[in-house]
C-alpha cells in the first residue's frame, strides 16, 4: 500500500524494480570503493579537492541519484560505464551511441582516457540553495572507471556559470583596496553603479563629439522634413534646438552609454487606478523591430558593462546595482 491505497500489479512491480536496481547499485559501488582502497591505485578522472559537506548528488533522468563534480577545465561531460549500466535498467528510453572513432581526452596530470561511447541525458543538480536543472539534454562520454559524474564547462555555461567572466567580475570588484565599492572622492577613478570604469574619462572628448554629430544631424532631420520656410515654426524650431543640440551639450542625451554618467536623480514612479476602473484584457502589444532591435543592442552593452548581469532567475537580464 501507498498513501492508503493499494498499489497495481503494474506499479508495484516498477517500484520493486526501481529500488531492486537502486540497492543494488549502491552496493557496488560500495565493493568499489572498499575494492579500490585495498587494491593499486587506477588512472580515473578526479576533483582536487573534495567537499567537505559530503559528495554533491545529480539526479539523472529522474531516476538516478549520483555524486557529480561541475569541473570547469573538462571539456566534456563524463560519464562511468556503471552509471551508465544501472541507468539504462531504470530508464529503458536511455540509448548509448558508438563512435566511429574512439574519443581520447586527457585526464588530470595528462592521464590519457578513453571514449568509445555517448550518451544523452537530462540532469538535475543539487546544491544547498536547492536544484538547478541543466537546460535539455546533455551529451556525456562514457568511461571505464569514473566515481562521479563530470559537469562540463560548457554545461555549466548553459546556466550562466562562466568561470572566467565570474573571476573579471572579482577582479573589477577588488580593485578598491579597502574592499568597498564607494570609491574615493579625490582618486583618480570614476565609480559609477558600484563597479570600476577605470580608463573611459580618456574617451569622454570623443564620446562628445560624437554625441554633439548624432544631435545635429537629429535637429537637420527634423527640420529638413517640416516647412523650415515657415516663419510661424521658427519658434517651434528654436525650442527643438533647444531640446535636442543644447540637452546634448549639456550631457542629457547620448549616443553611447557611459559608465561615468551619474544614475538618474528622480523619484519613482506611483501608479494608482481610478475607484471605478474595472480590469480589462487586451491584445499583446505589437513592438516596432526597430524598437526590439535597438532594447536588446542596448542590453547588451548594458550587460558588456556590467550594470546589469544574467542570473538563473533571470535568463535575460537583471541589475547587478541598484539604478
Known amino acids: 500500500m501507498q498513501n492508503g491505497k493499494t498499489l497495481k500489479p503494474k506499479a508495484k512491480k516498477l517500484r520493486d524494480s526501481l529500488m531492486t536496481a537502486n540497492k543494488k547499485w549502491r552496493e557496488e559501488q560500495e565493493q568499489s570503493r572498499v575494492a579500490k582502497r585495498t587494491g593499486p591505485e587506477k588512472k580515473k578522472l578526479q576533483r582536487m579537492l573534495e567537499n567537505p559537506a559530503g559528495e554533491s ?9 549520483v555524486p557529480y563534480c561541475p569541473d570547469n577545465g573538462s571539456d566534456v561531460g563524463i560519464i562511468s560505464t556503471a552509471m551508465g549500466e544501472t541507468l539504462c535498467q531504470l530508464d529503458e528510453t536511455v540509448q548509448t551511441t558508438h563512435l566511429p572513432i574512439a574519443w581520447v581526452g586527457s585526464a588530470v596530470g595528462n592521464l590519457p582516457v578513453t571514449e568509445k561511447e555517448t550518451v544523452e541525458l537530462r540532469v538535475i543538480l543539487s546544491t544547498a540553495a536547492g536544484q538547478v536543472k541543466l537546460p535539455g539534454k546533455q551529451l556525456f562520454y562514457v568511461v571505464d572507471d569514473n566515481d562521479e559524474l563530470i559537469v562540463s564547462k560548457y554545461a555549466l555555461m548553459s546556466i550562466g556559470l562562466d568561470m572566467y567572466r565570474l573571476l573579471e567580475q572579482a577582479a573589477v570588484r577588488q580593485i578598491h583596496e579597502d574592499g568597498d565599492d564607494i570609491g574615493d572622492p579625490g582618486a583618480d577613478e570614476d565609480i559609477a553603479f558600484g563597479v570600476s570604469v577605470r580608463g573611459l574619462r580618456a574617451n569622454d572628448k570623443q564620446l562628445d563629439v560624437e554625441d554633439m554629430r548624432a544631435a545635429e544631424n537629429l535637429y537637420k532631420m527634423a527640420t529638413t522634413s517640416a516647412n523650415a520656410a515657415d516663419q510661424a515654426q521658427a ?52 513592438v516596432n523591430p526597430l524598437t526590439g532591435m535597438f532594447v536588446e543592442a542596448f542590453g547588451k552593452q548594458l550587460e558588456q558593462d556590467q550594470v546589469i548581469m544574467q542570473t538563473a532567475q533571470a535568463p535575460i537580464a537583471a541589475p547587478s546595482t541598484r539604478l
Open 57 to 65: 548528488v545529480a539526479t539523472i533522468n529522474g531516476v538516478l541519484d
Open 235 to 286: 519658434a517651434a524650431f528654436k525650442q527643438l534646438r533647444g531640446i535636442v543640440v543644447d540637452a546634448a551639450a549639456k550631457g542629457v542625451w547620448r549616443t553611447k552609454f557611459r559608465g561615468t554618467d551619474l544614475p538618474a536623480n528622480v523619484k519613482a514612479m506611483e501608479i494608482r487606478l481610478k475607484v471605478d476602473a474595472c480590469p480589462n484584457r487586451c491584445k499583446p502589444r505589437k
